[in-house]
């Protein structure tokens, strides 16, 4: 199970990084500035990163 959470850290880290350089686009500026949200595409990534990061962590540092 270890390495299962080490490899969803990994994966969680690197969808986070892409969703807020995703958010940082110019097109998903434009979209925030009419809409109020960012598009699908980036808020998939910045919750799949926050959920793999979270079961990562849980499943790396908790469970034994």
Known sequence: MKPLGIVLLVVGVLLLVFG???SQ???DQVTETFTGRFTDGTMFMIIGGAAALAAGAFMTFVRK
């Open 25 to 27: 686009s110019l097109g």
């Open 20 to 22: 807020f350089q995703s």
